[in-house]
């Protein structure tokens, strides 16, 4: 599966941004999905994730109540929406699939399939 990631930009601080993550040729997407991004000079990092039914979801403590994850399975789509933005959320922001249920959310290694990856940039 090859995810694109699209929807990144750049936006003043406090804006809004919704990256948006769908598989390239069309494939459905099956399983839970996550969002993590890498800022310069630091470790990916884990965002947000949603179970396939999109009933679970979980967050990192970093952007908890900022950030919102949502997926549209008739669509194939899952959508991280960014709000209050600052200065520190810029960074390169990748999607990913697992590839089967269960399991982990949180690790980079929980993952099977990956998008290029959209960058945000916050300006001051």
């Known amino acids: 599966v090859q995810l694109q990631a699209s929807g990144g930009g750049v936006v003043q601080a406090g804006g809004s941004l919704r990256p948006s993550c769908a598989a390239s040729?069309?494939?459905?997407?099956?399983?839970?999905m996550g969002w993590f991004r890498r800022a310069p000079g630091k470790e990916r990092e884990f965002l947000a994730a949603?179970?396939?039914?999109?009933?679970?979801?979980y967050y990192s403590d970093s952007i908890k109540g900022r950030f919102t994850i949502s997926r549209d399975n008739a669509k194939n789509t899952a959508d991280l929406r960014m709000d209050s933005l600052t200065p520190e959320d810029t960074a390169v922001y990748y999607c990913?699939?697992?590839?089967?249920?269960?399991?982990?959310?949180?690790?980079?290694?929980?993952?099977?399939?990956w998008g290029q990856g959209t960058q945000v940039t916050v300006s001051s």
């Open positions: 990913a699939e697992k590839s089967h249920y269960g399991g982990g959310w949180m690790s980079p290694d929980d993952y099977m399939y």
């Open positions: 040729d069309g494939t459905p997407l099956k399983y839970g």
């Open positions: 949603i179970t396939w039914s999109g009933v679970r979801t």
